[in-house]
């Protein structure tokens, strides 16, 4: 694959579009790709990685959980701001830097499909679907073999749900509004019936790194599993290439200049052109005033939305596995997304049971796809950006470029889901996630601080953000591999 270089001279200068200026209910409306990572995250650090690490070594944990989704916030909201003022997705920006277009898309993809190209999520919840259906976890090679296929229906279902509507992205939306609601709510209510109130508090003192149990501060338990740890810290949010692709989501909702761009169509929608390279606007004081209401907007996806969410995603869950499971247990087999529903069920009755085990698996079904879309949508837009050849495949239709992307990503999943156990596949992705950002933090340093126009540059708080969040993985993923070796 040979790509070709793009520079800021190839940007078409174009008036910013009006922002949506929302009050009250409003915001519902104007807000989307916040709430598509917060349905990632909560099926990957909220869901899985989080109750294991919690369990085996206590709510002190939740010190670096704080930090890390601080971090991967104000890092969200840098990648859509590139996005905001030139209509391409972060990923064109980072193939504008040297030393080659080719060499960084090789390098993202190859990101991308090292942290989700594994089938973790698929597995995990064909367990919970196991334990829907027979009201026991999965302990048999035939059991196994049940969830595989199990597993390989989940990824069909995520073809057809991909090629509904109009939109994908409005799709995706739809799918996790539902999910944020019913699972975030669902676990509140859980959490308000069967947690007690000693365990709410230590949750809450956890965030400090205070050891409520211990009566000490514990931020680094001793005999802590730091792969595990690693995993925690990058997919606490959302974690590395999910990250990313949020700049292609919020070019497809049509967030600043995406809006002058395209999208890319579902396939039962309409082709649309999609541009492959972007806009820049003259700094006047309107276009200012315009970019400050897309700014607020931004904002409130990312700090009302994703991080609240990124929050409550994280504690809930765990504030159910710890009560329901003692400390130390380690949850990390094939059934971990059934674990809790059978623990409770033994206390609680069955009914209660069946209600979180649908949770869990709804969860990770949803995670599923959200990750592989992300992946196809960011392996898609790559080789837009960068060959014309692509472009003018199937007359220039880029549906036809993301379903072949899709097929192909998919056959693979399914191959992939006898590999491993599914949360060494977590495991092994999340602690890629971490390199990510150790990578991709001060790459889009260098491409919001160089390559855009200087009006739209980031202040120097947020430049020495995105630094000090590169040292905080880097440190992490530094102790994830040296605890291996």
Known sequence: MSLELQTDRDWQLAELPVPPRPKGLGWLSAVGPG????????????????????????????????????????????????????????????????????????????????????????????????????????DSAIDASITYFIGVAAFLAVVVILSVGKRIVHTLEILNWILVTTTIGGFLILALLFVPSSVWLAAGIGFT????????????????????????VAYSGSGGVTNLVLSNWARDRGYGMGER?????????????????????????????????????????????????????????????????????????????????????????????IVIAFLGAWILFKTQLDNFEGMVRAVTDILWTGSSRVRAWRGGDVRAVYYTVLAVLVAWGIFALRLAQPIVLLKIGANVAGAVFVIAAPHLLYVNTRILPPHVRPPMWRRVALAAMAVFYLFFVTLSIASVW
């Open 209 to 232: 790194g205070f050891d409520l149990t211990q009566q000490r501060f514990d931020f680094f338990p001793a005999g802590a599993d730091l792969v595990l740890l690693g995993a925690l």
């Open 261 to 353: 761009a395209g999208y890319i169509a579902a396939a039962a929608g309409p082709k649309v052109e999609l541009a492959h390279v972007g806009f820049t606007f003259a700094p006047s004081d309107e276009a200012m005033d315009r970019w400050r209401g897309w700014w607020r907007v931004v904002s409130v996806d990312q700090w009302g939305v994703f991080f609240v969410g990124a929050i409550l995603g994280m504690t809930l869950p765990a504030l159910l596995y710890v009560t329901f499971l003692p400390r130390g247990t380690d949850i990390q087999g094939l059934g971990i997304s059934a674990a809790l529903a059978s623990a409770v069920g033994a206390q609680a009755g069955a009914t209660v049971a």
């Open 35 to 138: 709430v598509i990572a917060l349905g990632v995250s909560i099926g990957s650090g909220e869901f899985l990685l989080g109750p294991a690490a919690f369990v085996q070594h206590g709510f002190s944990l939740l010190w670096v959980v704080l930090i890390a989704i601080v971090f991967q916030t104000i890092f969200n909201t840098e990648v859509m701001r590139y996005t905001l003022a030139t209509g391409e997705p972060v990923f064109s920006g980072f193939m504008r830097t040297r030393p080659s277009s080719t060499l960084w898309a090789w390098v993202y993809v190859a990101l991308y499909f090292l942290q989700v190209g594994w089938p973790a999520w698929a597995g995990t919840a064909a367990a919970a679907i196991f334990y829907l259906t027979v009201q026991r976890l999965p």
